[in-house]
């Protein structure tokens, strides 16, 4: 049976690598949301091998608007003829301010509240029809181990208004566990990636670099995602090699 999956932020960083995992498995529709379809590294997802049997459908998903996520899934039914989604991956977010709380402007919680939260919730709202018609549908959050409150007390990261939003996602996808009996639904952090935002952190912290690479994390990520199911994963906080992190 084919398969099709959708994937937020599929130009860059760990999107774009899991872009290319899920393109190359045959018989599969892969659907890459991107902020703007006319951007360069859109023109170069495009030119990603598509396996045997396999499309790449490119569409437009903000994770800053409300209405995207929904017009994207109309196009997609309309002019692809896509009836289902077996896996959602939201993987777009930001990352923009390190600063201490007193010094974070309440504009910048708002901003990050907004795209790495409030997309979420509007893609899951957008795409739960196209879910319920699979047979083992998946929706999972690329989230981080920082928007974990048990581990708080474990790191000394600038980092409240990424956090705050971040913890606000996974009580949300939480939630969709335990509201949809149908629906495998979980948070995973993707360990610390050499992207843009983790290369970011590092700096914040006084280091040079994260510590894995966006190859080697989206195949970890890959991997626990297509081996969870609603009985074993769903409803847990895991890092890219499947270990349990405190909510």
């Known amino acids: 049976m084919s398969s099709s999956v959708l994937i937020t932020g599929a130009n860059r960083g760990i999107g774009r690598e899991l872009l290319r995992k899920y393109l190359a498995e045959p018989d599969s529709t892969v659907i890459s949301g991107v902020r703007l379809e ?35 899934v109309n196009k997609l039914q309309s002019q692809f003829g896509i009836a289902k989604l077996d896996t959602v991956i939201a993987n777009a977010g930001i990352g923009k301010i390190w600063e201490v709380t007193a010094r974070t402007p309440i504009r910048e919680v ?19 029809s196209l879910l319920l018609a699979s047979q083992m549908p998946r929706f999972v959050v690329i989230s981080t181990e920082l928007g ?19 913890a606000a996602v996974n009580f949300f996808v939480n939630k969709v566990h335990h509201e949809e009996p149908r629906i495998i639904s979980f948070p995973i952090h993707p360990g610390w990636v050499r992207t843009d935002l983790g290369n970011a952190i590092a700096s914040a912290i006084g280091m040079e670099k994260a510590s894995i690479t966006e190859e080697e994390s989206a195949a970890a ?27």
Not at 44 to 62: L, T
Not at 234 to 241: D, Q, V
């Open 110 to 128: 708002e901003e990050h509240l907004r795209t790495n939260a409030m997309g979420p919730f509007s893609l899951y709202l957008a795409v739960r």
């Open 38 to 72: 006319q951007h360069p590294t859109v023109d170069d997802i495009r030119k990603f091998p598509v396996a045997e049997g396999s499309r790449h459908i490119v569409v437009k998903i903000d994770s800053d608007s409300l209405v995207d996520a929904h017009i994207a």
């Open 148 to 166: 974990s409150i048990g581990m708080q007390g474990q790191r000394k990261i600038p980092d409240v208004a990424y956090g705050m939003s971040k």
């Open 221 to 247: 990520v890959f991997e626990q995602i297509e081996k969870s199911t609603k009985k074993e994963t769903s409803g847990h906080f895991l890092n890219h090699k499947g270990v349990e992190i405190p909510w």
